[in-house]
């Protein structure tokens, strides 16, 4: 008898196991739509963010983003195989041409900061883009150079040699302080240029963000640049930039956002070509721009303008993928300060309307 | 037949007509069993084809366009004149193993002597246990270590002092970083401790037990017998270290975390900071923008396999030789 009991009992347990599971598998086929995301690293914790708080507002819409860096999300997103990729950095041309009529939506801002470990100085050290130039090509060696001291009168620069770090992994962090040394040294573009990494003519390599931060937090002397989410949440000391209006500015979300204004100006339409959008590039002649930190740049969503390219795409995944980009540029923002991103400019956020706008499926405009 | 007479069950029910049926299904089982298995294994060698193939398919453009300068180039240029060349990475690749095995080999050979021929076998056995559980440590793991604890220490304690007393020599000149070439050769020395300490300890352990009761008639001192036990797994010693030096070459995380990542063709000094091979694979790839570039990365990694797959061979070869000739003798 005692077997039959038990025989009884394990198929009670596997008939409802079974039932339940197929129960579970058909409500959420019914209902779930999971939207597929990858690409940079740096916009990751903003998304997940996203992600979370979207979830609560609408249960059924799940959003899946994957860090994988830039590179590997415009990839994907060339292959067709996820719904949106992010990019530190718009597509270039050849990109572009494998992944025709990609649109580019900015949803937050990034600014590369200087930090350094000088013992007994505070932040606010100044610096000109022809200086760090200099610095990262190895012709300023010496912390207390002619240059260095003239700018900083009231600050005693030791007599030590400058120790510098970059990054060692390619990085959209790189690319925009890159683009930025290209736009301010001639010999830096013609012998180093721009890139996520370039041949640096000197210094060590520091894996991630983490990776400069510890080298430059341990290493007395050195010089190094990380993201300013980065800088801010591990209380990093770093230094102001001139730019092209002539003065010092410090890094901060302030600084970062008057850039953006400036740079929205002239920003294309979301299906034209992006690939000359910089806020670096266009801040770099602009002896207007005040107030505007020069080391700045978008963070870029990449989506088709029509979705019906996409494979196992329907209406209404496409419909909640617009929904949520239309979210993520306007209450989305509202989550970005706490995290140290910097927040859209309005007519940054106006632009991302009309873009948004473009997003056909079948032909049909999807959000009118 | 073969099988059949190796396997006593069947012998035996032999003339039981009722067995003849299950005879039939023991081949039909045996036969399906030896083909999963054959699949199994040879899934192996498809795998490693399939590896090699999809290497040179990814490394083609670059091996087009850059040939055999790809691996004599000195110059790494990703951003402006889109120039390849991977000799500065071997270099650093085969130095830092290099300084990781003069290093680790000394050490691994006294943990295989101590194990084998000296620790009483329950303390043996407890440190067998620590040794393994080294290898498991994730190399991340050591790569943390490195940047947080090693870096530091050997930064104020250990290479101010090692510069003082060789200072004079350029190998001990130049700038302190705390990271460089010598921090990583020490990082991939304790990495490769563990593995190189197994062998040898098995090596050690199979010397047979006649030898040594020979050597110790004669009058041979503890030390005397150790020396004939080293020169008897002699072979099988340089197997465990190429080995050894296999692990340290195809090493990516815990190195790029501490040697600086530095692209020159030679370091000024052991403190100066370099790049491997693996490193930079792992530094670059996934924010390789062009077709050229993720090419020449895909052109590292093929010349990275063949190089493991080279010392690995290698080793085997050697470790099997020696295990095969000594368990021969102790059959005898």
Avoid: C
């Avoid at chain 1, 025709?100 to 930090?115: A, E, K, M, S």
């Avoid at chain 1, 030590?160 to 683009?179: A, C, E, N």
């Amino acid at each position: 008898m005692k077997t039959i009991y038990r025989i009884a009992i394990l198929i009670a347990i596997i008939a409802i196991t079974i039932t339940s599971a197929f129960a579970y598998k058909h409500l959420t086929i019914k209902q779930t739509i999971t939207l597929n995301g990858a690409g940079a690293t740096f916009p990751f914790p903003l998304i997940d963010k996203w992600a979370a708080e979207y979830h609560k507002i609408k249960p059924n819409i799940q959003i899946n983003y994957q860090g994988i860096g830039s590179g590997g999300g415009i990839q994907q997103h060339i292959e067709k195989t996820i719904h949106f990729a992010a990019s530190d950095a718009p597509l270039t041309e050849a990109q572009a041409e494998k992944a025709p009529n990609t649109l580019h939506i900015p949803i937050t801002i990034g600014g590369v900061v200087l930090i350094y470990n000088l013992p007994g100085i505070s932040k606010g050290i100044r610096f000109t883009g022809e200086i760090l130039a200099d610095i990262y090509l190895g012709k300023i060696t010496r912390w207390n150079d002619e240059k260095l001291t003239a700018i900083n009168p009231g600050i005693s620069l030791p007599d030590k040699p400058i120790i510098v770090v970059h990054r060692s992994d390619g990085s959209g962090t790189t690319f925009i302080w890159t683009s930025y040394l290209s736009d301010v040294s001639l010999e830096w573009k013609e012998t180093v240029g721009r890139g996520t990494s370039v041949n640096w003519p000197t210094g060590l390599g520091g894996k991630g963000n983490d990776g400069v931060t510890a080298l430059v937090q341990q290493t007395p002397y050195s010089i190094g640049y990380v993201e300013f989410t980065y800088a801010k949440k591990n209380n990093l000391t770093y230094g102001y930039v001139q730019n092209a209006a002539g003065e010092f500015i410090e890094p901060s979300i302030e600084s970062f956002a008057k850039a953006a204004e400036y740079a929205a100006v002239t920003l294309p339409k979301g299906d034209e070509s992006w690939s000359k959008v910089s806020i670096v590039d266009s801040l770099a002649n602009n002896t207007q721009a005040y107030g505007a930190y020069p080391i700045v740049s978008f963070s870029y969503i990449f989506v088709y303008k029509e979705l019906n390219v996409l494979p196992n795409m329907d209406k209404a995944t496409a419909k909640a993928l617009v929904d949520f980009l239309w979210w993520a540029v306007h209450d989305g923002q509202n989550y970005a300060v706490d995290l140290y991103y910097v927040p859209l400019p309005s007519s940054v956020v106006t632009h991302n309307e009309e873009t948004i706008h473009l997003i056909t499926f079948n032909g049909q405009q999807i959000r009118r | 037949m073969k099988s059949l007479q190796k396997n006593p069950f069947i012998f035996s029910n032999l003339n039981n007509i009722k067995s003849i049926s299950r005879l039939k299904n023991y081949f039909k089982g045996d036969d399906i069993f030896k083909l999963v298995n054959a699949l199994f294994a040879s899934s192996i060698f498809l795998l490693l084809g399939l590896m090699v193939y999809e290497l040179i398919k990814g490394s083609w453009l670059s091996i087009q366009t850059f040939g055999l300068n790809f691996i004599v180039g000195t110059k790494w240029d990703p951003a402006v004149s889109k120039v390849f060349g991977a000799l500065p990475l071997i270099l650093g690749t085969l130095v830092t193993s290099t300084i990781a095995l003069l290093i680790g080999i000394p050490i691994s050979l006294g943990v295989g002597l101590a194990l084998s021929e000296y620790l009483p076998k329950k303390i043996g056995f407890i440190v067998s246990f620590f040794v393994e559980l080294l290898a498991a440590v994730p190399s991340v793991i050591y790569g943390l270590w490195g940047i947080f604890v090693l870096i530091p220490f050997l930064r104020h304690h250990v290479y101010p002092y090692l510069q003082i007393v060789f200072g004079f020599i350029p190998l001990f000149s130049g700038t302190i970083y705390g990271g460089g070439v010598l921090t990583g050769g020490i990082v991939l020395a304790i990495m490769i401790i563990p593995t190189v300490s197994a062998v040898m300890r098995d090596l050690f352990s199979i010397v047979p037990i006649s030898q040594r009761e020979a050597i110790i008639a004669l009058g041979a001192t503890k030390w005397e017998t150790t020396k004939i036990v080293i020169s008897y797994a002699r072979s099988g010693v340089i197997g465990a270290v190429i080995l050894g030096l296999g692990r340290a070459v195809g090493e990516t995380m815990a190195i790029t975390m501490v040697i600086g990542n530095k692209f020159q063709i030679w370091p000024s000094s052991l403190f100066d900071a370099w790049y491997t091979m693996a490193a930079i694979i792992a530094n670059e790839l996934l924010e390789a923008t062009y077709d050229l570039y993720i090419s020449a990365l895909i052109n590292i990694g093929l010349i990275l396999l063949f190089v493991t797959l080279i010392i690995n061979i290698l080793a085997r070869l050697i470790v099997w030789r020696t295990l095969k000739l000594t368990r021969g003798i102790a059959r005898e």
